[in-house]
């Protein structure tokens, strides 16, 4: 075969050689996005964050509350107010709720349950610094109504179908929430007998 025919053989033969590894390369490229995008998404729940109810700032500081529920809310004052309400003993507040800032601010938090009706009362109660009072009564001014007949700093607003009343005395927020309460009289044995509770 004449030399210059097997080069030129040659020549076509790597020609050839080099066409297969761009095409391949080329393939490999292509299929890496598709590898990349089938990571699966995140998923709803993933990427979810809780909606607080609460109208209060969140409050990570405080001083223990060391006091019991009976203490807080005595079984007398809880029968004068209604005789079927009994002290739960399994009562965790819902997030966001006034009653869950409390307890995150080392407060206390209590349920009573109507054995008839199975209506709620639920009382908690928080020892604050004086910067954290303030910013709470500068909220409940501005988002709820001002209540001068429970002796103290008081508001009371309904939302849904529950009445929450707020009460402030020394360094004590008291926050009572129940849908037993229409109106801020409905509230009041309530605040007064945790007010009493807490030497307010």
């Known amino acids: 075969m004449p030399s210059s025919v097997s080069r030129v053989l040659v020549s076509l033969a790597l020609a050839g050689a080099l066409a297969t590894a761009v095409s391949a390369c080329a393939t490999e490229t292509d299929a890496s996005p598709a590898e990349s995008s089938s990571a ?19 409050i ?24 079927n309400f009994g002290l739960s003993e ?3 507040p819902a997030a966001g709720t006034e009653a869950a800032t409390i307890v995150e601010a080392k407060g206390l938090a209590c349920q009573w349950v109507n054995q008839t009706s199975g209506e709620v009362v639920q ?24 209540v001068p007949t ?34 801020p009289g409905d509230a009041q044995p309530i605040v007064e007998a945790a007010l009493a509770g807490i030497g307010g």
Do not use: H, R
């Open 40 to 58: 699966p998404a995140p998923t709803a729940t993933e990427s979810a964050t809780p909606t607080p109810t609460s109208t209060a700032a969140p």
């Open 90 to 92: 399994s009562y965790t």
């Open 150 to 183: 429970y002796g103290v700093e008081g508001y009371f607003k309904v939302v849904d179908t529950l009445g929450q009343a707020e009460a402030f005395s020394g360094p004590y927020w008291i926050s009572a929430t129940s849908d037993a309460f229409y109106e």
């Open 123 to 146: 009382v908690a109660v928080a020892n604050l610094p004086s910067d954290k009072l303030t910013a709470l009564k500068n909220n409940y001014v501005m988002n709820s109504n001002s």
């Open 60 to 83: 990570t500081v405080g001083k223990p509350v060391t006091i019991d529920c009976n203490t807080l809310v005595t079984p007398d004052a809880i029968y004068a107010y209604n005789p």
